[in-house]
């Protein structure tokens, strides 16, 4: 029997690896929810640098752009999360 970490009771049975971190994630989670989760409210800058995160969780803002398995521009809030996806953003 595998144990995978908990929290709240719900076990992260997914690895994404975040700004080459491992990071758990949640079945059923999205990218943006994983992010969350693991305490990162920046996920990318402004052309002034300063930090922006996700707004709408429903992909109208595009404030949650990220990087996901080398392709830019991605709304974390529409992407489920996938076991070994590698992921950039802040
Ligand atoms: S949070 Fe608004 S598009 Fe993703």
């Known amino acids: 029997m595998t144990a995978f970490r ?4 719900v076990a992260l049975r997914l690895q994404l690896i975040v700004n080459d971190e491992q990071v758990g994630a949640a079945e059923g989670d999205t990218v943006a929810a994983a992010l969350l989760a693991s305490g990162r409210w920046t996920f990318r ?3 002034a640098g300063a930090p922006r995160g996700p707004f709408c ?4 803002c595009q404030e949650c752009l990220v990087e996901i398995d080398g392709t830019p521009n991605r709304r974390a809030c529409l992407v489920p999360a996938v076991n070994g996806m590698r992921i950039y953003c802040g």
Do not use: N, P
């Open 6 to 9: 908990t929290v709240r009771g």
């Open 45 to 47: 800058r402004d052309e």
């Open 57 to 60: 969780l429903m992909g109208v």
